[in-house]
């Protein structure tokens, strides 16, 4: 199993930007497919976005076009670049494989958008 930690979270006012980091030990992590999810408050966590091993990126509708996944196979560490966020966006995010393992969920990076 390996092992995840996100960072990179933050308050931002809407239409801002950040971009969150997920590390990840052992050099097969290029062996996965990555993921990114969030859990707002009160809410189930949903898929965000994923980029497998090939390359190919996949996105939820509502985040297309203003989130961007990338890997750093070099590093071991997967990337969410978001933009123009929305307050809809507020939600704890945590990177995993996809489909998920349970035993590699980490703390997650709080996100917090809000004027």
């Known amino acids: 199993q390996v092992q995840l930690v996100e960072s990179g979270g933050g308050l931002v006012q809407p239409g801002g930007s950040l971009r969150l980091s997920c590390a990840a030990s052992g050099r097969i992590f290029s062996n996965y497919a990555k993921a990114w999810y969030r859990q707002a408050p009160g809410k189930q966590r949903e898929w965000v976005a994923t980029?497998?091993?090939?390359?190919?990126?996949n996105y939820l509708d509502s985040v297309k076009g203003r989130f961007t996944i990338s890997r750093d196979n070099a590093k071991n560490t997967v990337y969410l670049q978001m933009n123009s966020l929305k307050p809809e966006d507020t939600a704890v995010y945590y990177c995993?494989?996809?489909?998920?393992?349970?035993?590699?969920w980490g703390q997650g990076t709080q996100v917090t958008v809000s004027s």
């Open positions: 980029n497998t091993n090939g390359g190919s990126t």
């Open positions: 995993n494989t996809r489909p998920w393992l349970d035993a590699s």
